[in-house]
């Protein structure tokens, strides 16, 4: 059973919206870091942003920032990715992670991984 799965993507076009959810079927959300990446193809995965408790906020990337945002519900044990505005180039796979370090934008810092949802964005 995977510890973490993402659900929500799908095709939309450009300048709508989409939720994506993050689910974590073993372990408690509460106790970790979250984040969003996304990797398109022939491109290195990108880190999206990130969330860390109740009051700590939350982190995005230059590409995403103002037109994303992430939250937790911590009673359902699941994450939220909101894209606004999408564009074309938010076309990828998109994964979401757990980490142990606050405001990291590193992938190699997430150690649990889901295995993505697919967002296609068309012009």
């Known amino acids: 059973q995977e510890p973490l799965v993402e659900s929500g993507g799908g095709l939309v076009q450009a300048g709508g919206s989409l939720r994506l959810s993050c689910t974590a079927s073993?372990?408690?959300?509460?106790?970790?870091?979250l984040g969003w990446f996304r990797q398109a193809p022939g491109k290195e995965r990108e880190f999206v942003g990130g969330v860390g408790g109740l009051s700590d906020g939350a982190w995005y990337s230059d590409s995403v920032r103002g037109r994303f945002s992430i939250f937790r519900d911590n009673a359902k044990n699941t994450m939220y990715l909101e894209m606004n505005s999408l564009k074309p180039e938010d076309t990828a796979l998109y994964y979401c992670a757990a980490t142990n370090k606050l405001w990291t934008t590193t992938s190699s810092d997430y150690f649990y991984w889901g295995q993505g949802t697919q967002v296609t964005v068309s012009s």
């Open positions: 073993e372990r408690t959300i509460d106790r970790y870091v």
